[in-house]
Each structure stands twice: as structure tokens, then as C-alpha cells.
């Protein structure tokens, strides 16, 4: 596609339950990265891919946190027993190359609410 | 460490120019960036300067940086309502890509 793409873009769930937020790249895209933006917050990084492997989980919250990518494409992340401040947009982004300059393009987001 | 603050909002008449500020703390960055979000929408990349610049002007936006006080600001010049946004920094300082983002700056551009 011609940008990145993110499914769903808003999901609702039951506190408890898991959740699984999918993210196309950009075709050819190595690097993908996963991060979270809370209700008027900046964006707070959670996890890098270089291709299939993730050299930097450094920001994944907690064990409740986990992503995967397959193909050197499309990823997903996996949030389990979702609390009430796991509510947040969940933005994904990919760029063509590592290296400083290569900007970061970005999906839409999925916005996860909590109940 | 890693930090990069901005004020959080900024009114602006239609017409007049916007400049927006931040300032961040690792001097080993290597390029620094300017994102758009506007509602509901996910972050559209403006513009980017690297470390050695001073200044990139791109039409209607102009990036100063100042290393040496770790100052970046981007000015929109004209600003028009379709402007009215949220203005993400970002910097970057590792080669491999991770960016560190600043809170954002709430832009309002009033008629």
C-alpha cells in the first residue's frame, strides 16, 4: 500500500482480555517500531524491529507486552490481560532503512479503550 | 539522557507566523524532526534537520537549530487554520532509528 496501515483503528475491549493490533509497512520497509501515546501525552516508544528480530524491547511496559513481525513485514502487538491504562493509541511507523536518515512514516493508529 | 521539551500550546491569527519551540538534551543527536498530528490522524513527517545544519527553509517552514544551546524551532510562515495542529519534536540518537519525542505544542490558529 502506499502508506502504513494499521487494523483495527479503534477497539474496544473488556478489562481482562487480550488484545492483538496488526500494522502493514510500507512495502520494503526494514525497520518498524511500535509506539503508544496516551490521552494528551507525546509518544512513548515501546519496540524496534530491524527485519524479523527486535534488537531494542526496552520500552515494552510489562510481560503483558509482547510483538512480532513475520516476512520482514507485517507485525503485530499482543496485549494481555488488558488493564484499564493500557487505553491508549498504539501508533506503529517503518522506515526504509536504519540510519539517521531515514524518517519515520507512520500509520493512523489504533486507539484501544478499556472498560 | 534522552529528553525533549515543548511548550504545550500556542495561539496563532490567521495570517500571522507561528514559531514553536523545543529544546532537548542529548547532544549526540544526529537529526532532529518536525511531525504534524492532526485529529485523529496518526504523525505526518514536515520536515528534518541534521546535527550539522543550521537552518532548512522548506516553502512555508523554516528550522533553525542551535546545537550549542540544543535549541530547535520550526516557523510557519502564513500560518492558515488548516495549520491548527499538534507539533511533535523528535530526535534521534541512536543510528538506528528509535526516535525520542517531545510532548507536542498544541497549535490554535484563530481567524
Same mark, same amino acid.
Given at each position: 500500500?502506499?502508506?502504513?496501515?494499521?487494523?483495527?483503528?479503534?477497539?474496544?475491549?473488556?478489562?481482562?482480555? =487480550?488484545?492483538?493490533?496488526?500494522?502493514?509497512?510500507?512495502?520494503?520497509?526494514? +525497520?518498524?517500531?511500535?509506539?503508544?501515546?496516551?490521552?494528551?501525552?507525546?509518544?512513548?516508544?515501546?519496540?524496534?524491529?530491524?527485519?524479523?528480530?527486535?534488537?531494542?524491547?526496552?520500552?515494552?511496559?510489562?510481560?503483558?507486552?509482547?510483538?512480532?513481525? $513475520?516476512?520482514?513485514?507485517?507485525? $503485530?502487538?499482543?496485549?494481555?490481560?488488558?488493564?484499564?491504562?493500557?487505553?491508549?493509541?498504539?501508533?506503529?511507523?517503518?522506515?526504509?532503512?536504519?540510519?539517521?536518515?531515514?524518517?519515520?512514516?507512520?500509520?493512523?493508529?489504533?486507539?484501544?479503550?478499556?472498560? | 539522557?534522552?529528553?525533549?521539551?515543548?511548550?504545550?500550546?500556542?495561539?496563532?491569527?490567521?495570517?500571522?507566523?507561528?514559531?514553536?519551540?523545543?529544546?532537548?538534551?542529548?547532544?549526540?543527536?544526529?537529526?532532529?524532526?518536525?511531525?504534524?498530528?492532526?485529529?485523529?490522524?496518526?504523525?505526518?513527517?514536515?520536515?528534518?534537520?541534521?546535527?550539522?545544519?543550521?537552518?532548512?527553509? =522548506?516553502?512555508?517552514?523554516?528550522?533553525?537549530?542551535?546545537?550549542?544551546?540544543?535549541?530547535?524551532?520550526?516557523?510557519?510562515?502564513?500560518?492558515? $487554520?488548516?495549520?491548527? +495542529?499538534?507539533?511533535?519534536?523528535?530526535?534521534?540518537?541512536?543510528?538506528?532509528?528509535?526516535?525520542?519525542?517531545?510532548?507536542?505544542?498544541?497549535?490554535?490558529? $484563530?481567524?
Amino acid at each position: 500500500g502506499a502508506g502504513v496501515s494499521q487494523s483495527p483503528s479503534n477497539k474496544v475491549t473488556e478489562k481482562g482480555k =487480550d488484545v492483538e493490533l496488526r500494522c502493514d509497512p510500507i512495502s520494503g520497509h526494514t +525497520a518498524l517500531y511500535w509506539y503508544r501515546q496516551r490521552l494528551g501525552q507525546g509518544l512513548e516508544f515501546l519496540i524496534y524491529f530491524q527485519g524479523n528480530s527486535a534488537p531494542d524491547k526496552s520500552g515494552l511496559p510489562s510481560d503483558r507486552f509482547s510483538a512480532e513481525r $513475520t516476512g520482514e513485514s507485517v507485525s $503485530t502487538l499482543t496485549i494481555q490481560r488488558t488493564q484499564q491504562e493500557d487505553s491508549a493509541v498504539y501508533l506503529c511507523a517503518s522506515s526504509l532503512v536504519q540510519g539517521p536518515g531515514s524518517p519515520l512514516h507512520f500509520g493512523n493508529g489504533t486507539r484501544l479503550t478499556v472498560t | 539522557g534522552e529528553d525533549v521539551e515543548q511548550s504545550l500550546f500556542l495561539s496563532v491569527r490567521e495570517g500571522d507566523s507561528s514559531v514553536i519551540n523545543c529544546t532537548y538534551t542529548d547532544s549526540s543527536s544526529t537529526y532532529l524532526y518536525w511531525y504534524k498530528q492532526e485529529p485523529g490522524a496518526g504523525l505526518q513527517l514536515l520536515t528534518y534537520i541534521f546535527s550539522n545544519m543550521d537552518m532548512k527553509q =522548506d516553502q512555508r517552514l523554516t528550522v533553525l537549530l542551535n546545537k550549542k544551546d540544543k535549541h530547535l524551532s520550526l516557523r510557519i510562515a502564513d500560518t492558515q $487554520t488548516g495549520d491548527s +495542529a499538534i507539533y511533535f519534536c523528535a530526535e534521534k540518537v541512536r543510528s538506528w532509528g528509535k526516535l525520542q519525542f517531545g510532548a507536542g505544542t498544541q497549535v490554535v490558529v $484563530t481567524p
